[in-house]
């Protein structure tokens, strides 16, 4: 469980890395991520709270959206929080919840195997990264299909 050592009046850095089970007790396979989890940033004491500064990174195995292919890939996650000083015990800050969740938070919303994916061809299913497929993919809309007489 990861937990940092506050620095009273100053800022301290911190660095964990282990696998989601060794860090939080739980298996994010189910969500693709393999390996170990590397979070590593800064806590600062602001007065009257500690602001965590702190970026994770991860390996994630996933479909792609767009056409499917299995991708693994570096994924990565920047983020700042304020905690109360009332959640400090001995001089430490248990982070394991704030962690967890952020883990969870910075899952992308589309996964892509790159930032140009293509996806599959509409009509045959072909992957496009591969090259096209020749098929016409210039779909009408019914309700407009009427506007083609008036050429």
Not at 75 to 80: A, I, T
Request: proline share 3%; hydrophobic share 35%; with cysteine.
């Amino acid at each position: 469980m990861p937990k940092v050592q506050t620095a009273r009046g100053d800022s301290a850095p911190f660095e964990f890395s282990g696998t989601t089970t060794q860090l939080f007790d739980e298996d994010f396979a189910d969500i693709g991520i393999t390996g170990e989890v590397k979070i590593f940033g800064e806590v600062v004491d602001t007065g009257n709270s500690f602001l965590i500064r702190a970026r994770m990174e991860w390996n994630k195995t996933f479909a792609c959206d767009r056409c499917l292919v299995q991708t693994t890939g570096v994924q990565s996650h920047q983020f700042e929080e304020e905690l109360e000083k009332t959640d400090v015990t001995d001089d430490l800050l248990d982070v394991t919840e704030l962690f967890r969740d952020e883990l969870l938070a910075g899952q992308p919303m589309k996964n892509l195997c790159k930032a140009d994916c293509k996806g599959l061809c509409p009509v045959c299913g072909a992957n496009l990264n591969d090259g096209d497929c020749g098929c016409d993919r210039l779909i009408v809309d019914p309700r407009l299909a009427a506007l083609e007489n008036f050429r």
